[in-house]
């Protein structure tokens, strides 16, 4: 059973101590592709660079919603500089994130506009956040109508999920389907979502599967099997339909090289 991990943070400093041994138990567990979350211009960077230690490994490069107060003005030329890179294969991760407000909704909106405006004009697949924002981020979707991609680490609804998929979006399948304390929403949408859209993640070293055994304070990408079970059990296929799947969907839309 061969899988990619389409959102996991290899960037993030709570990988930095044993990157290496990751990235293999993460291959021993049949997670042999994954696609590393850029999230600002540096990060995105930094994960660009990742891609060229190890195989498999590929990138986004994009501005989250909670970094777009602190983009430098150059930021789409600084991106467009990565998206020649054979090994960067989504703009994004980019949305809107009303949660919070970590950035004001404003330089979200404009942040976002500019990475909708580079997927196209490099036509490339966006990947794609949103919380508490989702009638603006699909307005301005809309605007867009190229646009393609995946909505990562979807947590929605029915409502919701029936939205993407008329828009031709992928949508990406965390642990958080594992949750029974939060996912209950999530668990009735996915009856919904055909095979032939969908995507997993852990996006590691967040959101550990609870269905996990042990207690673990990290998530990591050799656990992706674990949002499998979940999504085959709900789903009333096997997880080698889900892992099939999963990874013809993988390759069909970030267009991943099928034998690299
Ligand atoms: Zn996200």
């Not at 994960?47 to 060229?52: M, N, V």
């Not at 956040?129 to 680490?153: N, S, W, Y």
């Not at 055994?213 to 050799?222: A, D, I, Q, T, Y």
């Amino acid at each position: 059973m061969m899988l990619c991990d389409i959102g996991v943070n290899l960037t993030n400093s709570r990988f930095k101590e044993d990157l290496f041994e990751v990235v293999g138990a993460a291959r021993s567990a049949g997670v042999v592709k994954q696609i590393i979350t850029g999230t600002n211009v540096y990060e995105s960077q930094a994960a660009t660079k990742l891609t060229q230690q190890f195989d498999g490994v590929y990138a986004t490069a994009g501005v989250h919603p909670h970094d777009a107060a602190n983009v430098e003005n150059d930021f789409a030329e600084q991106l467009k500089s990565l998206y020649s890179h054979p090994h960067v294969v989504a703009v994004g991760e980019c949305g809107l994130d009303f949660n919070r407000n970590f950035s004001p909704p404003e330089a979200q909106k404009s942040v976002f506009e500019a990475q909708l405006q580079l997927a196209s004009e490099f036509n490339m697949p966006l990947f794609l956040h949103e919380r508490d924002a989702f009638d603006t981020q699909i307005a301005m979707l809309k605007q867009f109508p190229r646009a393609f991609g995946v909505a990562h680490c979807f947590t929605g609804d029915t409502a919701q999920l029936k939205a993407y998929l008329d828009l031709g979006l992928y949508v990406g399948i965390t642990g958080w389907l594992c949750d029974p304390k939060r996912g209950d929403a999530l668990r009735e949408a996915v009856k919904y979502l055909p095979l032939e859209r969908l995507l997993v993640e852990t996006d590691a070293p967040y959101l550990v599967p609870k269905n996990v055994p042990g207690k673990k304070r990290r998530n990591e990408p050799k656990y992706l099997s674990y949002v499998i079970d979940v999504l085959a059990e709900l789903l009333v296929v096997s997880s080698t339909t889900i892992a099939e799947n999963s990874w013809r969907n993988s390759h069909q839309l970030f267009g991943l090289n099928t034998n690299a």
